[in-house]
Structure formats: C-alpha cells, structure tokens
C-alpha cells in the first residue's frame, strides 16, 4: 500500500494505514475476543453473597483503616515504589475490558473481551492516524497530540479526554502514566527522524520500538518484582503449564482477570504526595479523573517511580488482604449510582466478581498446583466452604510473598497469563524475537520502567 496523501492542512505525511504493518489493526478481532478458564476442572466455589458483601464493607476483615490505625507510619511500606500497582492496572486496560454488570445475569462463559488479548499498546494507539484521527497531531500525524502544555491529554469542550481508553482518565496515576507513554512515543519519533527514517515509515517503527519495550519492561521489569525472577526465568525456559495457547489462540482466563490479577488494588495506598514538599491525599474522591487536571495538581511521577537523580520514590502498601479506606468507598463517578452502599466498594466488587464468574476456591487452586494451602490462622476469616481466589491471593501474598510479591498461586497464574500472552501473539517480541534486547537509551545495565518514564519526561514539551 502507498503512503497516505498528506492533510491539507498537514506539514507532514499521515503514518501508512497498516495493511502491511506489524502493529496493523486488522490482526484486532472483528468481534470481541473471549474470556476463559485456566483451570477448567475444578468445581465453582460459590458463596454466600451476603457473606461476601459483609466481608469487603467498612468495618470488614478486607478494611485497612482499622489495621492502618494501629500501625507506626512506613509499617504498612512494601519494598517496591507505589507506581507499580498502577502500571499493572495499564497492562489490565490494555488486555481486557469486560462490559459486563457487576452482579451477574450474564452467563460466564458467554462473557466478551472487548480488548484484544495482547500486549500491544491497543489503549494507546487505538486504531491509529488513519482510524482514530483525533489522537495525533494533524500537523504531524506520526505523533500524539496533547493538551495545550504537555501535561494532559487532548480534551472535547465538555472536559471528556480524547484517549484511547477512557479508563485511563478515571485517576491521576492513570493518566499521568498514560500521558508518559504518549510523550515516550513521541520522543521515540524525534529519535527515529534523527536517524534518517522517512516519515512514511517513522510511526509505525515508533510503534513497534515503543510496543516491544513495553513487553520487555513487562517481563523483565514489572515479573520480576510481581512474581520473583526464578518463577519468570522458569515460565521462559520451560513454557506455561496452565496456560500455554497456541500462537492467534490466546484468551484471558477468568483466574487472572478476576482474582489474580487485582492483586493491585490491595496495593494502593490511602494517601499520596503529588510532588517534593507537598501535602498527602486520598487517592479518591481527591485524585479522580475524567475531567482537565489544572498544574497544580499533577504528579511528579519521581513520587511514586525510583527515577534516577530523586530521591526514592514512595513505596506501595504491603499486601495483606486488605484495602485502604478509599477504595472501601469509592466516589460516584467511579461506581455510578449503586441501589446498594456495599456496591461501593472495591473489595465487595472483586468478591463478588468472583462469584459471578464462578471462580474455584484458593485452596482448589493451590492443589491443583501441588503448593501447601494457607492455614486458618494465614487466612484471619473462616471461609465455609473455602476461600475465594482473590481474597485467597491477597493473604497468600502476605504470608508467602512477605506482603512484597505474590505467592506461589497469584504469581504462576499472573505469570503464566502474561508470559503466554507475548507468545501466543504473532508480533511481539518473545515471538518474533525471543532474542531481542532494548534499543533506547537505559541509565543503567539493562532498560527498565525507569528508562521508559525518563524517555516520556524527555519527550515533554519545554516552556
């Protein structure tokens, strides 16, 4: 296919339209892509709802407030900085997005992912210059556009953020890490230009520069930390034993996206500080999005991300089965108007996910994988009948993990689901590549988040 014509009002060819592109939109599904079951043999826990609600509200064994009260300041401090947590909810945007209500009446195994299941930037790149227009620079189509001083995104005039996934607007840490990878790319295209690339090419090598180090930041970085070294290095070498799909086969299993994979929400901290001397604040309802974010109320990503020449960063919260007061109650914007005060909050919504879904119990699952259960006493709740997957990895985490990592349930399915993922997709690097090893530049022996933020920060507009 030929370049397109430039816009008329452009000062630069429009990026190809992918026919023949690795990153090229058609290799999305036409319809949504389906969810799964990495287990399939074991039976549904099934719970009491009630118990679950009573479980998951103010007051109950998954409320923070209570425990954070009794604790010295810093004792809740996990090892990892506090951005982490929300680099994975990124990766979540970027491999599902389940329409489906909260409380059932859809069939589980008629459920449909409305993301395709790769990591591939989808909730960056959309459908591209040609597709989704709106997102780039119409004087330079190769690059994103961003708000008028580089510090949000483009918004319409009702304050709605012209991005990729709306998700990606409802907090502060979100956007300001979406923002980041926007300006990554468009420093990644100065770079590629300097280079010699003409600009029939330039955005869709950008594209792929700034997709395969993405992947490489997710095994190598994100693993790592999440799951520990030895369970990635194992994953690589021998394959996943659960979850190994066959390359254009990929799905997500239910396991991940709804229990092991929420594991962040047991991360985030009540409070946050934006910037160096500044005051702390709730992450909600004070650092909700949808809507502009005036200057004085950005984050300084060196606040919660080891950056090099800062001083460390703020640390996440320790995982141990409970979450802080502001995701107990979440603010309206988020949940929307709920008949039912429990619906607010996050916990009583991933337990009962669970449930809709019709998850096994922690202790199938980590029989299953031939790994000892948690005990009564690991555990703190008495669960009937047995204890529901999330919940399970959460606490899992706490006592094999040491709260920093999760345990040997939560990080086989997380790392079997994002390892099997890059390997099952025809274009990322584990499959074109395995080989491969980061081009940009990296401040240290091997490229990392850090490299990748400081790239965006570089690709900052000046004043």
């Known amino acids: 296919m030929s370049s397109a014509q430039p816009h008329p009002h452009g000062s630069r060819l429009a990026a ?28 549904p826990l099934g719970t009491d709802p009630q118990l679950l609600m009573r479980a998951g509200v103010d007051g109950g064994i998954c409320d923070a407030a209570a425990a954070l009260d009794a604790l010295e300041p810093g ?58 227009p709106y997102l780039y620079d119409v004087q330079d189509p190769a690059k994103f556009l961003l708000g008028p001083d580089g510090g949000d995104v483009q918004r319409n005039i009702q304050g709605i953020a012209l991005i990729g996934d709306p998700r990606n607007d409802s907090h502060l840490f979100a956007l300001t890490l979406h923002i980041a990878l926007l300006r990554a790319h468009n420093r990644i295209v100065d770079l590629l230009r300097e280079r010699g690339v003409p600009d029939s090419d330039v955005f869709d090598k950008a594209r792929i520069t700034l997709t395969w180090h993405y992947q490489w930041i997710v095994v190598h970085d994100f693993l790592p930390r999440l799951v520990g070294a030895e369970l990635v290095e194992q994953v690589l070498a021998e394959g996943g034993r659960w979850f190994a799909p066959q390359a254009g086969q990929a799905y997500i299993p239910l396991e991940f996206a709804d229990a092991a994979f929420r594991y962040g929400h047991g991360q985030i901290r009540h409070t946050y500080r934006l910037a160096d001397g500044g005051s702390t604040v709730p ?69 009962l996910r669970g449930d809709t879904t019709a998850l096994p119990s922690g202790e199938a699952v980590a029989g299953l994988l031939g790994v000892a259960p948690l005990t009564a006493g690991e555990l703190g709740q008495d669960w009937p009948q047995g204890t529901p997957l999330w919940f399970y990895i959460l606490k899992e985490a706490e006592h094999r993990g040491d709260g920093d990592r999760l345990g040997p349930v939560g990080g086989r399915i997380v790392a079997e689901v994002l390892i099997g993922l890059q390997r099952a997709d025809a274009v990322s690097y584990l499959s074109l590549e395995p080989d491969w090893q980061p081009s ?9 988040m850090a490299d990748l933020l400081t790239l965006g920060l570089e690709g900052a507009p000046t004043k």
């Open 16 to 43: 190809r339209d992918h026919c023949l592109s690795l990153a090229r939109a058609v290799d999305r599904p036409t319809g949504a892509a389906r969810y799964g079951r990495m287990f399939p043999g074991l039976a």
């Open 75 to 132: 004792r809740d401090d996990a090892t990892e900085a506090a951005g982490w947590p929300f680099f994975g909810q990124l990766i979540a945007h970027d491999i599902t997005a389940d329409r489906s209500p909260i409380m059932g009446g859809v069939d589980p195994e008629a459920l449909r992912n409305a993301r395709a299941p790769k990591l591939n930037l989808e909730m960056l790149y959309s459908d591209g210059p040609i597709g989704s």
């Open 283 to 351: 992450l909600f309802p004070d650092l909700v999005g949808f809507g502009p974010v005036p200057a004085e109320r950005r984050l300084d990503l060196a606040q919660v991300f080891d950056l090099p020449g800062h001083p460390p960063a703020q640390r996440a919260k320790r995982l141990d089965g409970r979450l802080a007061a502001s995701l107990i109650g979440l603010p309206e914007q988020l949940t929307g108007a709920v008949d039912t005060a429990a619906y607010r909050s996050l916990a009583v919504r991933d337990l």
């Open 440 to 448: 940009l530049p990296a401040a240290g022996l091997g490229f990392g």
